[in-house]
């Protein structure tokens, strides 16, 4: 009876030491990074950003904050833990160890007189014929009557002294640390016992099992149905063109999951009105055009309006309930992107290589997402292959302005920012008559794009030159540079109203055969990854090389050093195709901004492969793309293309002929400095 008390006393404890091994290191974990955390503001202060809200620090949002999922679960996780310490504390207090002597109320090593002489007084206290209470009769049986019993036999009384029980040295004991009713397998107690071991052992894991399966059968890592994955691998086509993309894009499950109402048709029949000039239909025909708009899915017609609705800025037509479903729309946004971008670069052909333009379309489509820019605004104009777009994201510019600033000869938005701060402060003033609290906001949201430069090398570790067949690594380092001294930061979006991380896309792609042979996400948030991913990456290329230890911690030194300067490397591998001349992009696109996007050419000889497998070192042309330099390839997949929008990286043959025959570098060796996506009309070009 004893040992199945103490076993049952055991129980809290062993349930205080299960939940303690993961929450503690858990928590820690948790405090040290909070503590850790970067209190620099790396979001965007302009008068706008501050209206939208989004990064106001009211009360109510710090509790928010405070109060997630995961938080209030760890809270509630330390107070039944606390309680629990709280109890076993006391029940410690409560289960004392047997002394006989404390019990008869004696002092250790009283002689015997004295103890009967006690027993009796106790006797006439606590005897069940004395006292009828049950309780003293329970006291007198399990506590008086064994403590005297235990004193009075003289050997009872010596093993006491000697090992501290009555019956001598005790042998090692195992129990389980369960509640005693649970191990009284008598009468319901065994049942209830057998329901335990079958609920705990058996059906929690299998429920958890099933809820993990259930949810991971749905949905992939990135919280996007696999459903939806389906079916933009079957929409992606290799001639897609960029205003094409929102026609894929829209189809995704999360989306056809969006309740239609009947009360949302009349919204959604305003709304239509307003973005009509945006869906793409053919004005010659426009009754039959809206006719076979709205046989679409109700889903997809929703989804298509409200995307209008962010590119337009048309936030008033909507209604409280298409408000809910509007911001649905865009929380998922950038994860769906995200995945129809992989979807575009995914290998699709026997070389392993994916599609360009469809990668580039979508980029596109997250720039004017995130800045609220509709699609017809990048349709070239004045000598910009970016239209106005770019202008539109920055604050208190509209198409006026624009008009405004194009009669002064500034017809491109390199051109704007480009200038100096001054010289670009009297001209917003005086020309399009800004006033001086608008034109800071202009200036910190340009302090805040980022401007990117590109280094990339091709070579095959440990020979010269490239021989078909070989694999070959590609070396990437990509440096951003803030007006404001940042590195990582939340891109200027007034519009969007969520938080949005600014990511970039490294494409190396050829631009004729529309192949993407290497593609790779890139941020810049997150620093210790980028210098423990740098300094792994640098520690294996210099000893596959076989340099010294001290010649690797140096590469190793000087890659951390340009990462905490700004810089991400990339590194990756690709099969070198048949022998010939190859004339490659390297695109580093943003899925945030309009108008940063960076691009350098990459020429590539690839030799035949000899018998004896000696190589032999190659020079071929290369440079960076001049303003108006991208090969297209004139197929008839261009067909697909609008006239009235292309992609900024469509352009000429002639064009790209003539920067072939003006740079020269080393093969597989791209220029440091790269140009820009967008391209500087003339000023004589009206």
């Known amino acids: 009876m004893a040992a199945s008390e103490e076993n049952s006393s055991l129980f809290p404890i062993f349930i205080l030491t299960i939940m303690a091994i993961p929450i503690v290191p858990y928590t820690i974990t948790k405090l040290c990074r909070a503590a850790t955390k970067k209190s620099k503001s790396i979001h965007c202060h302009c008068s706008e950003c501050l209206r939208s809200g989004k990064y106001r620090k009211s009360i109510f949002k710090r509790i928010s904050n405070v109060s997630t999922c995961s938080n209030l679960t760890l809270l509630l996780l330390w107070v039944v833990m606390i309680v629990l310490v709280y109890y076993i504390k006391t029940m410690s207090g409560e289960i004392a160890v047997f002394d006989p002597f404390s019990i008869l109320g004696l002092e250790p090593g009283a002689p ?30 399990e506590y008086i009557a064994k403590a005297y019993q235990a004193l009075a036999d003289p050997i009872g009384r010596e093993n006491y002294e000697k090992y501290g029980h009555p019956d001598g040295r005790q042998g090692f004991q195992m129990g389980i640390a369960l509640p005693q009713f ?31 399966l259930s949810r991971s059968s749905k949905y992939t890592g990135n919280y996007v149905m696999h459903q939806t994955l389906s079916t933009y691998y079957y929409l992606m086509k290799p001639s897609l063109a960029p205003n094409k993309v929102m026609d894929v894009f829209i189809k995704a499950a999360e989306y056809m999951e969006i309740p239609v109402r009947r009360t949302d048709d009349e919204p959604l029949q305003k709304l239509f009105m307003l973005v009509r000039s945006e869906l793409n239909l053919d004005l010659k025909n426009i009754k039959q055009e809206q006719a076979k708009f709205w046989k679409q899915h109700p889903a997809l017609v929703k989804t298509e309006l409200l995307v209008q609705a962010q590119l337009t800025r048309e936030f008033a037509a909507l209604s409280p309930s298409l408000q809910s479903d509007f911001r649905r729309i865009l929380e998922t946004a950038p994860r769906l992107l995200e995945e129809l971008m992989k979807m575009a670069v995914i290998p699709r052909n026997a070389q392993g290589h994916g599609w360009l333009r469809p990668a580039v379309g979508v980029v596109e489509l997250s720039q004017c997402i995130i800045q609220a820019v509709p699609l017809s605004a990048r349709k070239t104009t004045g000598g910009s292959p970016e239209g106005i777009a770019p202008f539109l994201q920055l604050p208190h510019i509209n198409e006026t302005v624009i008009k405004k600033v194009a009669r002064k000869k500034v017809r491109t938005f390199q051109e704007l920012h480009d200038m100096d701060s001054q010289e670009r402060a009297d001209l917003l003033i005086q020309t399009a008559g800004l006033s001086s609290a608008e ?16 280094e990339v090398t091709c070579e095959t570790e440990g020979e010269e030159g490239i021989q078909e067949g070989d694999i070959v690594t590609i070396h990437a380092w990509i440096n951003i540079k803030r007006g404001n001294g940042l590195i990582g930061a939340l891109p200027h979006a007034p519009y969007y109203p969520f938080h949005k991380e600014e990511n970039f896309w490294f494409l190396l792609a050829d631009s004729v055969s529309n192949n993407v042979w290497f593609s790779q996400k890139v941020s810049f948030m997150d620093e210790a990854a980028a210098v423990t991913g740098a300094s792994k990456a640098i520690e294996e290329s210099m000893e596959g090389s076989g340099a010294s230890v001290k010649e690797t911690s140096k590469a190793v030194a000087e890659a951390v050093e340009k990462v905490k300067g700004g810089s991400r490397l990339l590194l990756g591998k690709f099969q070198a195709p048949p022998e010939g001349n190859y004339s490659l992009t390297c ?22 492969r000899t018998r004896a497998g000696t190589r032999a070192t190659v020079l071929a042309d290369e440079g960076p793309i001049m303003e108006d330099g991208i090969e297209e390839d004139e197929d008839n997949e261009d067909e697909e293309y609008d006239d009235d929008y292309e992609s900024e990286y469509s352009e000429d043959d002639d064009d790209d002929q003539n920067t072939k025959n003006k740079h020269k570098a080393a093969n597989g060796t791209a220029n440091k400095h790269s140009q820009a996506a967008e391209s500087s009309g003339s000023d004589d070009e009206e």
């Open 439 to 454: 034109v800071q906001d202009i200036e910190t949201v340009l302090d805040m794009m980022p401007s990117l430069t590109l």
């Open 587 to 608: 695109y580093c696109l943003c899925d945030s901004w309009l108008g940063c996007d960076r691009r350098t050419n990459l020429k590539l000889k690839i030799l035949k």
């Open 112 to 141: 015997e007189s004295e103890i009967k002489k006690k027993y009796r007084r106790l006797s006439i206290q606590y005897h069940p014929d004395k006292n009828p209470d049950p309780e003293a009769h329970k006291y007198f049986v």
């Open 182 to 212: 649970l191990l009284n397998i008598d009468g319901a107690s065994g049942g209830i016992l057998l329901l335990w071991i079958v609920g705990v052992c058996i059906l929690l894991p299998l429920v958890v099992a099933v809820v993990y």
